[in-house]
């Protein structure tokens, strides 16, 4: 089928690992012991004998109009093997998750810092991005539109795109997009009363910062040039098959020639669905006819990614005396940055998501995204829901105080359950519950405070630079709830495919999974290989390299492996425990209904039979491919946002306890409480990793982690001055987890990995308004903000 | 690039005069932070972690010398007694890893206006001694900061050590960062209180193109102290004089609004850090008073 190919040091090998653990239990990750002794191989590791290095030449203007590209020094730099511009590639020349928009290399126009427009291979990574600085590229400097409102006119500002990009068929919500000027979604709710009035009503007006993914291990990836003429990627992303689709489209490929293997993968959080360097490593390496590496620094990561979308949000609540919601209405926009990347999935989710987990009557939603000339942004652990749920939680927690009731009590009272109609007018067909999981953070001790005993500083605002032994300190306690669709939404076909094959090696029954779902940290190979330990009886579970000889697994996001791929590798694991079973049948001679495979045979409990796979298999390979899909979703109304957009819901609280300084405006989280219902926790150890991880990310957004931008340029690209949680920023946690299974999931499950960062940080801000009495309306909170400076 | 592995101290000031594009490193968690971000791309490294006698520390005419290579985590370690500020301040430096590496001297050479050692050098009078094949010569550490990043030392200089007298009374360092540890600072402070010569030490970071010091509030509290008799009577300190002075230190600094922190609020945080500083320092010579001056 393929070309023969060669394989790089540091390309994946097939996993097993020590571990044991079927479904339910702490299995241990195959990957594990390789990562903890720094075994592990990533991206940045991929290495071949021959290979020539990629630097990228990227606009330090936000905006501007290219006169004129001069590379004739870069070219004659010694060493250098190529330099690539737009011209260089062969096929579309934009790209995009959504919408075909992006350059693979700058055309006319640059529309953020940091667009990449020409390319350089060299024998060595300096040589190469010395060439780089020796590109001439002649620029006619633009005034950057850098508001999202301003770009959609509703401040008065000017174009960023002229023309409508084109929707693609991989679009996933956007069926009913029509992409005009700036706007790349407006969502619409219209629900219940349209002119509804109410005894209290409570205004905010919120603002939340650029978060970055920050993933430890940058960019990186090896294209090998095949002898068929097509290239082999290896490469750290999210998404195998959506990348190739992409980079097919670029280089005028089809899929047969554009073979993809993940490499080790150094954290994602959406940060890798959209492409990086995927086809400029490729470009390079069928233009020299070698392998070429690319692998970011921190800096160049920083522009070589989406981000979250800062957002900027009005809410006005309603609600009886009593505490009843009887409106909410809200405005929320999101600066989606120079390209479109996800950002109609990400309006999609803000929209139809936005209220929070509250039954309300009456509920009027506009939700904008809009280009501008900040950097790109897409998909990001939470995916739009971050960002309302400090908007909506703020608001519950204001009306809260205007209606003199406890902020618990008044989340209870309003709380979705199975049941309830959600703003989109789905009807919540599985369990639900919000006013438990928040009743049962309520009634966990809060932490004591220090008596009087010598003063550890480590437990102080400031930590050991010792600003406080307790001045000025005061203690504030919040709470916040949040619920995220998981899985993608809004009609998209939403399928995940998996291999699984059951044989003897060695004596020993052995099953191998092959999907092409990326794990990128958690924990998905573990949960393959407990699947197949429970689906088929065996111990011993191999997990294939994944790559794009199977079918697409789809993305590692939106909170969904564990659900879809999981689905899919339950479902191929049962058609061939079919087949194992319709031998032993024929083996036994008689139909016997209770046979099942347990301990590596076919077992009987009615009567006495065990038939070992060893015996049973002999040579025979038993083999079995299929896709699996979640019951489908529909598309929503374009002018009511009505239609049974999601297919699960998660649902997580928090309480978090602050201290703060408040002379200093320094903040000490002192304890994060969770609840989460998971459905059913397939690997509780991991669901616990997820839930920590989730709120350390959201405790981040809350008190220090954003991308500063001014006049559309990034001033802290960097972990110098982009700041994520230490140990001495990340408090011990209290974590519950409830298992309320739902009927529709395999096992069960819900997603787990979205919903704890979305509902910690509106907890962690509201434990600042507590203690300080400040109103604070957006995120990251700074010192500044706290003492008025 | 070349790598200049001197052994011992003369061999180390020849290589300096015989190499003037030569980088000297010690921990390399300033110089390499700069070559991995394309800053720097030295002609050669001339590498002081093998010289002889560097990386230690021993007293002198009753000061503490401190070798160049002595690592912030020996500082911590060993010293946290005779040099209580400079200790405080090592403990606030960046991870584990950093205080295992860095050093006094190269937060010296680089002279940041962040570098968390300055403030605490600065109110200890501490002394920086330079050496180069011409000779030795000291300075105080308040002439050794010339300019933003800009030092004394001349083209064929090293910093051999690091003086300071063991204090006569409390010491403090507090610093302002954004983040509970591993954070560049906001702004810092650092305060000896010399009981034995009636004087006050200060020393400003991150709130000047230079570290420096607040001679106003030094002249204002040691005055204070003497006038009312506190210095024998260790009395209580009147909260007027801790927040005058920390009005003070704030006066002293001239920072800027950056990615960091706006200038508003690093003088705000400056008269706090600066007031709070005195009453635990005051504090702490109260409770001692078995210490005689
Ligand atoms: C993650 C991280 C966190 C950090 N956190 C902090 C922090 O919290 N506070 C802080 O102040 N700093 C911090 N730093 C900066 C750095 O650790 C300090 O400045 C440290 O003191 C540098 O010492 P070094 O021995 O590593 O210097 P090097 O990197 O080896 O050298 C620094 C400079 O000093 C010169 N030099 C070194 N030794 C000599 C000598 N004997 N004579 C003449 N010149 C010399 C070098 O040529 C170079 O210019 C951090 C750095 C990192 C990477």
Known sequence: MSAPTRVPAGAPEHLTGPGSGGVGDDAERPDGVLKVRGEFAYGSDLWMADMLWGATLRSPHPYARIRSVDTSAALATPGVRAVLTADDVPGEKVYGLELADQPVLALDVVRYQGEPVALVAADHPETARLAATRIRVDYEVWEPVTDARTALGHRTGNQVHDSAPEVTELSRENAHLHPQGNLVRHLKIRKGDPAPAADVVVVGEYEVGMQDQAFLGPESGLAVPAEDGGVELHVATQWLHVDQRQICSALGLPPGQVRLTLAGVGGAFGGREDLSMHVHACLLALRTGRPVKMSYNREESFFGHVHRHPATMRYEHGATRDGQLVYVKAEIYFDGGAYASSTPAVVGNGGTMGIGPYVVPSVHVDCYGAYTNNPPCGAMRGFGSVQTAFGYESQMDALAAELGMDPVELRCRNAMEQGSTTPTGQVVDSPAPVAELLRRLAAMPLPTRDDGGEVDLRDMPGGVSNTTHGEGVRRGVGYAVAYKNVGFSEGYDDYSTARVRLEVVGGEPTATVHTAAAEVGQGLVTVEQQIARTELGVERVVVHPKDTTVGSAGSTSASRQTYVTGGAVKAACEAVREQVLARAQRLVGRTVPDLRLAGGAVVSDSEDITVPLADLLGDDVLEETLEWRHRPTEAIDPETGQGFAHVQYAFSAHRAVVDVDTELGLVKVVEMACTQDVGKAINPQAVIGQIQGGTAQGLGLAVMEEILIKDGTVRNPSFTDYLIPTILDMPPMRIEVLEYADPHAPYGLRGVGEAPNISSGPAVLAAIRAATGLPLARVPVRPEHLTGT | ?293
């Open chain 2, 1 to 293: 690039m070349d790598f200049l592995r001197p052994t011992t101290w003369a061999e180390a000031l020849e290589a300096r005069a015989a190499f003037p594009g030569a980088v000297a490193i010690a921990g390399g968690t300033d110089v390499m932070v700069g070559i991995n971000f394309g800053r720097l791309r030295p002609a050669s490294l001339l590498d002081l972690t093998r010289v002889a006698g560097l990386q230690e520390w021993g007293t002198e005419d009753g000061a503490v010398r401190l070798g160049a290579g002595v690592s912030y985590a020996r500082v911590i370690g060993e010293l946290g007694d005779r040099l209580p500020g400079l200790a405080m301040a090592a403990r606030t430096i960046g991870s584990p890893q950093i205080r295992n590496r860095g050093t006094v001297a190269g937060n010296l050479a680089t002279a940041s206006p962040a570098g968390d050692a300055h403030p605490a050098l600065l109110a200890a009078d501490a002394e920086v001694e330079v050496a180069s094949v011409r000779g030795t010569r000291r300075m105080p550490v308040r002439d050794f900061y010339t300019g933003v990043k800009r030092t004394a030392l001349a083209p064929d200089e090293l910093i051999a050590a690091v003086s300071v007298v063991p204090p006569s009374g409390p010491q403090q360092f507090s610093k302002i960062g954004t983040r509970n540890a591993m954070v560049v600072s906001v702004a810092a402070f650092g305060l000896a209180l010399h009981p034995d010569r009636r004087a006050v030490g200060t020393g400003i970071g991150s709130a000047a193109p230079t570290p420096r010091r607040a001679p106003a509030a030094e002249e204002f509290l040691a005055g204070e102290l003497t006038s009312a008799g506190l210095w024998e009577s260790r009395a209580e300190l009147p909260e007027a004089t801790a927040a005058r002075f920390g009005e003070l230190v704030a006066a002293a600094a001239a920072p800027i609004d950056d990615v960091r922190g706006t200038a508003r609020y690093r003088v705000h945080a400056l008269s706090v850090i600066a007031r709070r500083a005195l009453t635990w320092a005051w504090a702490d010579y109260r409770n001692d008073p078995a210490k005689e001056i």
